[in-house]
């Protein structure tokens, strides 16, 4: 990284008035949790894609449950890195701002981040198949199967799963957040899976400058009007170091 480029980038930072944020699976890597997809997924000859479905829970949900609680023993141990703490620090800097999060880890809330839009769930949240209350639940291991306190109804982890659509309001919401803001964050994604793959579109669509980290060039390089090539937990405090107050 050019000390010319960061420090550009900087003062577009500390210039802004709106910043939307939008991280993926690489902000989570670097705190050593697995992408769950491939082979970071297989569990007992399964795939996540097998698995992570409303007809595979209401096929067996033991078996989905069993896969669940040994992903959340995988990252129940593992703490937010030094790019999520940057990022809850820049929000509470900032009057307008708002991070959407593909992660389901919740290490963004466990950073502090409270504008937090997690568009694909969140893997210590159960929601009830019958009455629809999600609650946080952090039992490891967790009982299989585990019922709802209020109406003993079946729970099911609180993710959207692979044929499921994403919860409308927080789509809206993320939505908003890249049409409104003047600068945009895109960290650790690949910028494929959609809605969240038209974000940068949408920000760029607005007039925003667009600043990507990653490790490589993703889809949403070629839009991004700056690109940071590094590990998230490296970049993005040193990004933000200048706009310290």
């Known amino acids: 990284m050019e000390a010319k480029q960061l420090q550009e980038i900087q003062e577009k930072i500390a210039a802004a008035k709106a910043v939307a944020v939008l991280t993926g699976a690489g902000i989570s890597a670097d705190s050593g949790i697995p992408t769950f997809r491939g082979e970071d997924g297989l569990w007992r000859n399964f795939r996540a894609e097998d698995l ?11 078996l989905v449950w069993e896969w669940y609680n040994w992903r959340r023993e995988l990252i129940a141990d593992k703490q937010p890195n030094a790019a999520h703490y940057a990022l ?30 997690e568009l694909h769930g969140n893997i210590w949240k159960v929601r009830c198949t019958q009455c629809e209350a999600v609650t946080e639940n952090r039992d490891v291991p967790i009982v299989i199967l585990p019922h709802c306190m209020r109406c003993h109804g079946l729970l099911r982890p609180h993710i959207v799963w692979f044929g499921e659509v994403l919860y409308a309001p927080d789509v809206l919401k993320s939505a908003r957040a890249f049409e409104g803001c003047d600068l945009m964050l895109v960290i650790g994604t690949s910028g494929i899976v959609q809605p969240a793959a038209s974000f940068v579109s949408l920000a760029k669509d607005h ?18 009007d700056a690109l940071l090539l590094g590990r998230a937990a490296d970049v993005v405090p040193q990004l933000l170091m200048a706009d310290r107050s």
């Open 52 to 62: 992570a479905t409303p007809e595979a829970f209401e096929r067996d949900p033991r």
């Open 207 to 224: 007039k925003a400058f667009v600043v990507e980290i990653n490790v490589a060039e993703t889809a949403a390089s070629l839009e991004a």
């Open 88 to 117: 809850a620090d820049l929000e509470r800097r900032l009057e307008a701002f708002v991070l959407v999060t593909q992660n389901v880890d919740g290490l963004h809330a466990v950073a502090g981040s409270r504008k937090l839009i």
